[in-house]
């Protein structure tokens, strides 16, 4: 079709959602991803991404409301572009620090011009922010790179067929990506390995990658599993298993269980079209699809069993759901773990408030607070990487606080103000240009 409008969005009885039809999508394997509206517990934001050079390039989302229909839901905005350039196959969204908002991540794909650009979006009560973009690691050009968030959210892997492994520390708070570890370089080898996704175990010490078309005959793909505490990261792939044509290793996915799976589909020849099943093409390895049992353990203790479990009757191809992990709660170890997220102006604890201005012209961040509870204060100011560039202490007289701080010697970029009494800790953001 020449629309390209292959997404759709079904309530819970399975039938296609009020609204939900015609959405942006290629029908490609991670172009989608869910995440709850932070301030209505009925809305929900689904992104999209048009991946290929087809004639819907881009990131859009569509919000879908539950409070209609008696629970089954309308999707009451569709197809809202936020990005016009092709999108790489492997959206994903992980929990803010403050445990109420989001950050939902892209990488932008370019074809004839390679780079290294991530793209940030902030959803919180107020909308979404954003794009905050941070060009950093390999320059890619690969529509199949996957991003995926590990469950605790502190770091971000990316893999792409190109053989690119590489990680990324996190801050939550932030939104910013440091520490860049390239466990494998793209191109390092050819063939490519062709990785087509990957799961993180819960512990975060395990990385489990799959293959799609490798061997040379093109008709071997495989299971590997990376040792992440190993010196020698690269050094310590095992391969779990060996699947051969017509069984194609698909998606990874770690479920709410903690045990990974694993998708794949059946190449039969008994259909003109590889993503239509005959009537007749029922098998083990379609009917069922694979589980790591154990992830944390190494080697074998992973206890990984192929097509073990069993879809109900159902068939399986490549994909798996794109979920990030909801469960996730606030980061107790950072500033921002009770925090509102950019430019809200909403009370943190009670009537509490803290306001930063930042003038460009003075170079002055201009700090004030009102509302406050406690007696003795403490100001930091962080850099993006969390470390405090700025610290005083203090008393208070009254509910109110106020600071002109000088910002002629800091680099451009993004800060972190964090003001702390005994009884409330109230955090803001702001951009040095």
Known sequence: PGT???????NKNNQIMDG???????????EMIIVPDPGNINRFYLFTAGVTSTPIPGFYYSVIDLSYNGGLGRVVQKNIRLQSFPVCDGLAAVKHGNGRDWWVV???????????????????????????IQSIGTSIQNNFTRIK????????????????????????????????????PQGSSQPFTNYFS??????????YVSTIYNGPN??????YQFDLTATNILASRTTLHTFLAPSV???????????VYLSCSLEVNDCAFFYLYCDTTYYPENM??????????????????????????????????????????????????????????????????????YHPTWQTAFINAKGLLGKNYELQICDVLGKVIHRETGKLNSEFYSKDLSMQNFSSGLYIVSLLTEREKLVRRFVKE
């Open 4 to 10: 390209y409008d292959f997404g759709y969005v079904v």
């Open 20 to 30: 939900g039809d015609s959405l942006k999508a290629a029908a490609w394997y991670q």
């Open 106 to 132: 892209l990488k932008h794909w370019n074809n004839s011009t390679p780079n290294n650009d991530f793209y940030f979006y902030l959803i919180s009560p107020t909308g979404i922010s954003g794009p905050f």
């Open 149 to 184: 968030f590990t469950k605790d959210g502190n770091k971000l892997f990316v893999v792409n067929p190109a053989n690119l492994i590489e990680s990324y520390d996190f801050n939550r708070c932030s939104g910013q990506l440091s520490n860049l570890n390239t466990i494998e």
């Open 198 to 207: 990957f799961a993180i175990s819960p512990n975060s010490t395990k990385l």
């Open 218 to 223: 093109q008709d071997t793909s495989y299971l």
């Open 249 to 259: 290793a698909g998606l990874l996915q770690t479920g709410p269980d903690g045990k």
């Open 288 to 357: 069922n699809i694979s589980v790591i049992n154990q992830p944390d353990s190494l080697g074998a203790a992973c206890d990984f069993q192929p097509f073990s479990f069993y879809l109900g009757g159902h068939r399986a191809y490549v994909g798996l759901p794109n979920n990030p992990n909801y469960e996730l709660g606030p980061d107790t170890n950072s500033f921002c773990d009770t925090v509102l997220s950019v430019n809200s102006t909403l009370p943190v604890i009670g009537k509490e408030e803290l306001f930063v201005f």
